[in-house]
């Protein structure tokens, strides 16, 4: 017996963690979030604490927690199924069960080594060997309690301390090799993956951890300064993004904020930006903009204001509105990135940064025209191709309208005149090649096998130096 993971996520959704936590110790509202003594370890301080707007719960003494499935199945002493099967009976939440015990226990236990590791790197993080990992974070603004409250944690210097750990556990290095947390050398001989790292939790959007994202601290710029678990059998890369745990913010406040990377997101946190997500270390894929669909289709886009973040904006954008996403485009000035801005600037100014966000149009718009000249014909006919992977990528035709209606206004040039290379040529050219209508092709090669040379020689002179047009067009 097995959920799928959109029914877990309905589960988590409907369920209120306080009351499934308040059924088994005594709760009092601090605030926003509910505190309580740990009922995993003799506690006489309460350090148990609830936060219903994240649907999560932490002990920040013995680290225990997660979401309500979590400590549901901790404080029960079953499995994380038995878990999903007994609350979706208990406050009568409909989700189907699929029945295949084998794959189903195989996740489990991959989830549980995730788990294990985690809980691993949370305790070095305030280790002897952390000095470093604790003094960067204090750089970035994370204090202690910061730290625990995002379950940072790091991974030590030495070669093989995370494999002697879940090995003293019982676990096989086969599931540790395919969970992407240790590597085998040529020689046979196992080391871990992460080492002298920061170490940042990647959740799935139930709470589960999936893999680990590292910061290293090592000087040396040959060691890549992030890295990524790879893909395993319970994580996809271009699949999950960071912070989607928390999407439930998503869905209330219906908007996400994409950011570039791991300091980004923990930064807009702090600052109460808590709808904020990040891909994992690559381009925006389809399958990930499809996942932040599921809670939002607002979208702000907040990436570093480099060459490289602008680049990513363009590219996020036509995903995204292949996706159907509303999208407007943050700029900071005078800082990097957002997380740069934030410490900076403060929570006020991001938000006055958020009020005077681009429409993607727009953003696009600024972004071409000031590579081109517009007062020349050449020029102007280069910058409207540049907003043909725009249009390709709306589906809907009112929308591709209002867009055109709006790039006619600004350019002076008519609807009828734009629509031709931005919707109706553009159709064929995003067709795939198998069906392409080959008669079609045949005669658009004839018509140009009919230009005679003289007029290619003028178009080629144009193309070098388009500031003859207004000379010949005298002469004509």
């Not at 009568?92 to 195989?106: A, H, V, W």
């Not at 993004?241 to 869905?251: L, M, P, S």
């Not at 009828?416 to 658009?444: A, G, M």
Request: hydrophobic share 35%; charged share 30%.
């Amino acid at each position: 017996m097995y959920y799928k993971q959109e029914d877990i996520d309905k589960l988590l959704d409907n369920l209120k963690i306080e009351e499934v936590v308040g059924e088994f110790i005594e709760l009092k509202k601090v605030g926003s979030s509910y505190k309580g003594l740990c009922p995993f370890h003799a506690d006489t301080n309460p350090s148990f604490s609830v936060n219903p707007e994240k649907k999560i719960c932490k002990c920040f003494v013995c680290g225990s927690g997660g979401n309500a499935i979590n400590f549901y199945s901790k404080i029960k002493n079953i499995s994380y199924t038995e878990a999903i099967r007994e609350l979706s009976k208990k406050y009568k939440i409909n989700i189907k069960e699929y029945s295949n015990t084998n794959i189903n226990e195989n996740y489990e236990k991959f989830y549980q080594i995730m788990e294990n590791s985690h809980n691993f790197f949370m305790e070095k993080i305030f280790s002897q060997d952390s000095r470093g990992a604790l003094e960067y974070l204090s750089n970035r603004g994370l204090d202690t309690n910061l730290i625990k409250e995002h379950q940072l944690g790091y991974a030590p210097p030495k070669w093989s301390e995370l494999y002697e750990f879940l090995n003293s556990k019982g676990y096989n290095d086969e599931d540790l090799l395919a969970l992407g947390l240790i590597k085998k050398s040529e020689e046979g001989r196992i080391y871990d993956a992460f080492r002298n790292r920061i170490i940042f939790p990647i959740f799935s959007p139930s709470g589960r951890i999936i893999a680990f994202g590292g910061r290293t601290l090592e000087k040396d710029n040959s060691v890549p300064k992030y890295i990524n678990s790879p893909d395993t059998p319970i994580f996809k890369k271009g699949k999950n993004v960071y912070g989607i745990e928390r999407a439930i913010n998503i869905k209330n406040k219906n908007y996400s904020i994409l950011m570039e990377g791991y300091m980004d997101v923990l930064s807009a946190n702090i600052f109460g930006f808590d709808t904020s997500i990040a891909p994992l270390g690559t381009a925006l894929t389809e399958e990930q903009a499809q996942l932040i669909k599921r809670y939002s289709s607002n979208i702000l886009l907040s990436f570093d204001m480099d060459k490289a973040g602008i680049s990513a904006t363009e590219r996020a954008s036509f995903i995204l509105k292949s996706q159907g996403f509303n999208i407007r485009v943050l700029q900071f000035e005078g800082s990097k990135d957002p997380d740069e801005f934030l410490k900076k600037n403060g929570k006020e100014a991001f938000l006055k940064v958020v009020e005077n966000s681009l429409e993607i149009f727009d953003f696009l718009y600024n972004l071409y025209s000031s590579e081109y000249d517009l007062n020349n014909i050449m020029a102007k006919q280069n910058f409207i191709e540049r907003f043909k992977d725009f249009f390709s990528n709306i589906e809907n035709d009112l929308e591709k309208e209002m867009y055109l209606k709006k790039l006619s206004e600004k350019i002076d040039i008519s609807i009828d005149i734009l629509r031709k290379p931005l919707i109706e040529k553009n159709k064929r050219h995003i067709v795939k090649k198998d069906y392409f209508d080959e008669n079609q092709e045949k005669i658009e090669k004839k018509e140009f096998k009919q230009a005679n040379n003289l007029e290619m020689a003028i178009v080629k002179m144009l193309l070098r130096k388009p500031e003859y047009y207004n000379f010949l067009k005298k002469k004509n």
